[in-house]
């Protein structure tokens, strides 16, 4: 039996956290023996095929491409109609890691960010120099970097599937912290703070030099949360997370009152227009 190179590279991306697919083509139960046929698909259109039939192998790749983007996306039998009348049974096996909340800022209302984001089931980090407020006590569950802003780039890796969330409470740090995560691959990066103090902190930003395209901004969020009338620490992270959620699910949040449908299933991460907000 050759090497399973489709298989091999799935269990790659699932360890290192990457959204990716698998689709394997079901043998009937009498067949004795037989090579896997696969295709492999990662979120950057990375594609291994071990299907000898180019034919077959596009509509399995065509039918994973569309199952990768959907944000529910589950484990599923799919038959695949082919040119010759025949129809072929495949599996197709889709993995999202777990949604990333990374909070820059280890002050008194980033503890209940922290807490309610691991409740929710987000692999939650902390960054914060200071290690007398960055510790085990105050966030539990969560990991911990200690590093200045200028070792950012040494210690912290921010993918497709963290969420930002800036607090530091400290007008150069969350400069820097803004800096290094538009700059990343995070499809959203909330800044807490009124919009007065961010048009200050852009405008410091121009003046020395710092600028964003376009893209950058559309995924920055300030001021953060949803609008909730949220006043205690507790209430705010529980908008900020809210709008977490909505964002990751391609929502735009709000109430459910007399809405037809509940549920909605967007291409993952689709980010609502209108995005930089105050």
């Excluded at 529980?238 to 909505?246: D, K, R």
Aim: proline share 4%.
């Amino acid at each position: 039996m050759h090497k399973d190179k489709a298989y091999d590279s799935w269990l790659e991306a699932v360890r290192n956290n990457r959204s990716c697919g698998l689709a394997t083509v079901l043998h009937g139960e009498d067949a004795e023996s037989f090579e896997p046929a696969r295709v492999f698909l990662d979120e950057d259109g990375g594609l291994v095929s071990t299907i000898d039939d180019q034919t077959l192998a596009g509509a399995v790749h065509t039918r994973l491409k569309e199952k990768l983007v959907e944000d529910n996306a589950k484990g599923e039998i799919v038959k695949i109609a082919l040119e010759d009348g025949g129809v072929v049974s495949i599996f197709v096996d889709i993995h999202h890691p777990p949604v990333q909340v990374m909070i820059f800022g280890a002050g008194h209302d980033a503890v209940p960010v922290a807490k309610y984001s691991i409740s929710l089931g987000f692999d939650t980090t902390v960054v914060d120099a200071r290690e007398t407020f960055n510790n085990e006590k105050r966030f539990p569950s969560s990991e911990r970097i200690i590093a200045q802003p200028k070792f950012y780039g040494e210690h912290i890796n921010i993918t497709k599937n963290t969420f930002v969330v800036i607090m530091n409470h400290h007008m150069e740090k969350d400069k820097e912290s803004l800096v290094f995560a538009l700059q990343s691959e995070a499809p959203y990066v909330g800044v807490l703070g009124p919009r007065s103090r961010r048009e200050k902190m852009m405008d410091q930003l121009h003046e020395e030099g710092v600028s964003f395209s376009e893209f950058e901004l559309s995924r920055m969020h300030n001021p953060i949360g949803l609008d909730i009338g949220a006043e205690s620490s507790e209430e705010i992270a529980i908008s900020i997370l809210s709008e977490i959620i909505a964002l990751s699910k391609g929502h735009r949040g709000g109430f459910l009152h007399d809405k037809n449908s509940i549920h909605k299933y967007p291409t993952r991460y689709e980010m609502p227009a209108g995005s930089v907000n105050g």
